[in-house]
């Protein structure tokens, strides 16, 4: 078991710091501190919601840890400046260095050498396979069922929901795997491939390979990136659905992001989000959004009730918070779902 | 000038030959002919229905050139294997390498050695710009008209009819600017991004980066590429209309694609296609498809003016063989587009 510093340096926001909230919430018995200046000697819990006492600190030094990771995830994904001496001071101690920025570092001249001369390690997860091909536009002729979580905007819970269904269908008795296509889905799951780093005409061979290597299981649980209505990330969004062919997807919601995160543009009312995504999912397979996973954080329990009620009648899907209420409703809805699709099929229609 | 010679070995087929007819279409007067020994002796006009009296060869001897093209465009994009015999007699011979396939031949550890001992040069179209960054969501902002060639498939004519747009609308007295998103566009035209090589979190930027290099036109034509539809590249058509957010879209039609081109799917009707295109393209600004380019070489004159009709009974929509029959009624098309929603928002709506 590792021991890490999740550096999040003047960025220890949920929004950015994602990187760093999703190991605390799934990795956190391996996270030893959390590298902020600006927030040492607070808590995780107190500044990211996540992570209970795991403490914020200003300095390595004196940290029993082996792997300083880059806990965040910036629009375009480049390093920031001020990290490299931090980056630096950790190769001087012998520390592995975890990334999954655009940037590679194993390939920063200034990196590379310290690492080798003090024993260390630079790995780059979003860095995809070298062998990736085109799709053969298999995944949709798989027996396993795909469910895909997606969502209006970039960092609405599609990660974190697929991770709590996965246990949530194990807990129930199903074989199930979490798919990870981002950098911090893998570094949480230790497989799956950084679909927004593969050049783009391999983006659906990418999302297919993850899900014909999983075709025993009973049920495959895709991560989704980005959103169809970003004008930044759709192509990736597009792409990662074709390849993965999913029968279900669950949508997550934000309900605070008026606009699309990283731009200015207005933010299309869900239900029409939901149209979308079904028209361009069924031009694979037949495919429905079968629940609304929502993150209701920014509101109080009551508000947070009346949202998820609102959701139920205005779309008349199930709707849940994962983290704050459970992933049980979500489960009953993919549940039905197939099973209204295998009864469809050996009927013949 | 240079003076090049295509290489289809194997593959002189219009749908994988497509850098070759775009070549002799457009830079015919710089081809001396096409390699492919299953075709030598015959002419480019009867075997690839372009290209006139220009020789098909089996052998580089005795022909005065200079540069060696890699005429095709496979799903996949790789070198056949085939083929490095007659690149490294090329090399040999001083040759030049122009290449669009994403296996990148500067690379090759073979080929690399050959061209530096020979004076020859290896050029890989496809390998995109390395500064490339994501989207900032500010080509729908541009003052320049922007035309965006799509399709229903691969291969139906999306690069031609911008090709053909450009150079109508320049004799109408506008500026306009072709601008190229994959490798034969960027052959013919000398600038460009191959946008299905550039990784897919930078495709949306990449389209983004070419409207705003010619913002000062009065029209661009940007090149689409795959489709909406399509299994295997949905994702870069998705990234490239979002980044580029057109005005006006032309789609591109070809009457004999019954299954969508690399895959057994059924091809959806035209009429649903445009449907998806709309709503996709108006998440980013007001968007239309504004008329229909039909490919009917695959019928006679009777049957091509028939189904023009039809096409514009069903859609309501002019339609032209930019080929057969010139590209005027589609230039009518995107002209009255830019007139109408000038019109709207002068008069605030």
Same mark, same amino acid.
């Given at each position: #078991?590792?021991?890490m510093?999740l @550096?999040?340096?003047? #960025?220890?926001?949920?929004? +950015?710091?994602?990187?760093?909230?999703?190991l605390l919430?799934?990795r956190g018995?391996e996270v030893a501190a959390v590298?902020?200046?600006?927030?040492?000697?607070?808590?995780?819990?107190?500044?990211?919601?996540?992570g209970?006492?795991i403490?914020?600190?200003?300095? !390595?030094?004196?940290?029993?840890?082996?792997?300083?990771?880059?806990?965040?995830?910036?629009?375009?994904?480049?390093?920031?400046?001020?990290?490299?001496?931090?980056?630096?001071?950790? !190769?001087?101690?012998?520390?592995?260095?975890?990334?999954?920025?655009?940037?590679?570092?194993?390939?920063?001249?200034?990196?590379?050498? @310290?690492?080798?001369?003090?024993?260390?390690? @630079?790995?780059?997860?979003?860095?995809?396979?070298?062998?990736?091909?085109?799709?053969?536009?298999?995944?949709? $002729?798989?027996?396993?069922?795909?469910?895909?979580?997606?969502?209006?905007?970039?960092?609405?819970?599609? &990660?974190?929901?697929?991770?709590?269904? #996965?246990?949530? !269908?194990?807990?129930?008795?199903?074989?199930?795997?979490?798919?990870?296509?981002? *950098?911090?889905?893998?570094?949480?799951?230790?497989?799956?491939?950084?679909?927004?780093?593969?050049?783009?005409?391999?983006?659906?061979?990418?999302?297919?390979?993850?899900?014909?290597?999983?075709?025993?299981?009973?049920?495959?649980?895709?991560?989704?990136?980005?959103?169809?209505?970003?004008? !930044?990330?759709?192509?990736?969004?597009?792409?990662?659905?074709?390849?993965?062919?999913? *029968?279900? &997807?669950? &949508?997550?919601?934000?309900?605070?992001?008026?606009?699309?995160?990283?731009? +200015? *543009?207005?933010?299309?009312?869900?239900?029409?989000?939901?149209?979308?995504?079904?028209?361009?999912? $069924?031009?694979?397979?037949?495919?429905?959004?079968?629940?609304?996973?929502?993150?209701?954080?920014?509101?109080?329990?009551?508000?947070?009730?009346? @949202?998820?009620?609102?959701?139920?009648? $205005?779309?008349?899907?199930?709707?849940?918070?994962?983290?704050?209420?459970?992933?049980?409703?979500?489960?009953?809805?993919?549940?039905?779902?197939?099973?209204?699709?295998? +009864?469809?099929?050996? *009927?013949?229609?």
């Amino acid at each position: #078991m590792s021991r890490m510093i999740l @550096l999040t340096e003047g #960025m220890s926001n949920p929004a +950015e710091a994602k990187t760093a909230t999703g190991l605390l919430r799934y990795r956190g018995e391996e996270v030893a501190a959390v590298y902020d200046s600006a927030c040492a000697g607070r808590t995780a819990g107190e500044v990211l919601g996540v992570g209970g006492a795991i403490p914020f600190v200003d300095s !390595l030094d004196g940290i029993e840890a082996d792997t300083l990771v880059m806990g965040i995830a910036t629009a375009g994904g480049e390093l920031p400046g001020s990290w490299r001496a931090i980056i630096r001071d950790a !190769l001087r101690g012998g520390m592995k260095i975890l990334n999954g920025l655009h940037t590679f570092i194993a390939d920063d001249p200034e990196f590379a050498p @310290l690492a080798a001369e003090h024993g260390g390690e @630079l790995i780059d997860v979003r860095r995809p396979p070298a062998d990736l091909v085109v799709s053969s536009n298999e995944a949709r $002729n798989t027996a396993c069922f795909r469910v895909h979580t997606v969502g209006h905007d970039c960092g609405v819970g599609k &990660m974190l929901t697929a991770l709590e269904l #996965m246990a949530a !269908l194990r807990e129930r008795g199903h074989t199930a795997e979490f798919l990870a296509t981002g *950098q911090t889905g893998i570094m949480i799951s230790g497989g799956g491939i950084p679909i927004d780093a593969v050049v783009s005409d391999f983006v659906a061979g990418a999302a297919e390979q993850l899900v014909l290597e999983n075709r025993d299981k009973d049920f495959v649980l895709i991560e989704g990136q980005g959103s169809l209505v970003h004008p !930044l990330y759709s192509g990736v969004t597009l792409g990662l659905l074709h390849g993965c062919a999913p *029968q279900a &997807m669950v &949508m997550g919601f934000d309900p605070t992001r008026t606009t699309i995160r990283h731009s +200015e *543009q207005a933010m299309p009312p869900l239900k029409k989000v939901i149209e979308l995504y079904e028209s361009m999912a $069924n031009v694979m397979c037949p495919s429905r959004v079968v629940a609304v996973a929502a993150n209701t954080s920014s509101l109080d329990e009551a508000a947070a009730q009346k @949202l998820l009620a609102a959701l139920r009648d $205005n779309l008349g899907l199930p709707a849940a918070d994962v983290v704050r209420f459970g992933c049980e409703p979500i489960v009953d809805a993919v549940l039905e779902e197939r099973l209204r699709l295998s +009864e469809g099929s050996s *009927q013949g229609g």
